[in-house]
Structures are given as C-alpha cells and as structure tokens.
C-alpha cells in the first residue's frame, strides 16, 4: 500500500518508461519509412511458404534473438508491427504472432540485459555471461519450440 502519490513516484522505474517511450517513435519510424513493411515482406516471403506455423516461429524468433541484445520492452514495441503485418500479409488472425512477439521477448533467459531480474540476480549470484548463456539458452530454445506449438491451439490462426 502507498500512503502518498510521493511514494508511488518513488516505485516506478523511470529508465524503463524512458525507454519505451523512446522506442515508439522508432517503430512509428519504423512503419512510416515503410522498413516494416520491407522486414514483413521478408519474412513472408521466406517463411509463408510453409504456412502460417513456420511464420510464427520465424516471428518468435526472430523477436527472442532481437531481445538478447536489446531491451524485451524494446524488442516488442519494435517488432509488433512487423508481426502484425506478416499476419495480416497472409490472411490470418494476428492475435497468435502478436503473442509470440509478447512471449519471446518476456522469455529471454541468455542474456542478463534482456529483462531487469536478469540483470539484479548477476552480481548477487556472481553469474558470469556465459552462466547465462549455459544455462538460458537451451531453456529458451525449449520454451520456444513449446510456445509455437501452443500458442495456436491458445489463439487460432
């Protein structure tokens, strides 16, 4: 419970309000340069092919690699209009890749930069990078294979 509005100022993590706020201008960018749309005909035509399932995977992916090297707020406020596009590129309900963009980007465990409890567990575990990397990146290719086979049974195509 807070007991004044001072207090809840206090909580709030401004460097990621920052940063999300500095992030969606670069996918208004993004979009009104028309470089989403270029990514989104690239991924369409390289992955729609084989159907919708190998697109979301190909989204899913691409958004959890993106996410170890950049913020995953970041990552998601980028690649949402590309997923939205690729969807809708190939005549399918969006809702299913907007959630693989949501979900790879939350579920990033190789990286400690990806998400903030990442980062704080570093220097009171002593982990190294490569402890994340050991470590996360087989759980993050396993969650990955399993989120692309259950994402569309949760949200169909």
Excluded: H
């Amino acid at each position: 419970c807070f007991r004044n509005v001072e207090a809840a100022y206090k909580t709030i993590n401004w460097e990621s309000i920052v940063l999300i706020a500095a992030m969606l201008p670069m996918s208004l960018a993004l979009e009104k340069t028309g470089a989403s749309e270029y990514i989104s005909n690239t991924l369409v035509s390289g992955l729609g092919s084989y159907g919708p399932l190998a697109l979301m995977a190909g989204i899913y992916f691409t958004t959890s690699l993106m996410t170890m090297f950049i913020s995953n707020t970041a990552t998601a406020v980028l690649l949402a209009p590309i997923a939205l596009q690729s969807a809708l590129q190939i005549g399918v309900s969006p809702l299913p890749f907007l959630f693989a963009v949501t979900v790879g980007a939350s579920m990033c465990f190789a990286s400690p930069f990806s998400t903030p409890p990442n980062a704080l567990v570093m220097p009171a575990g002593q982990y190294t990078f490569m402890d994340y990397v050991k470590v996360g990146l087989p759980l993050q290719i396993i969650m990955g294979i399993v989120m692309i086979f259950v994402l569309p049974l949760l949200f169909p195509f």
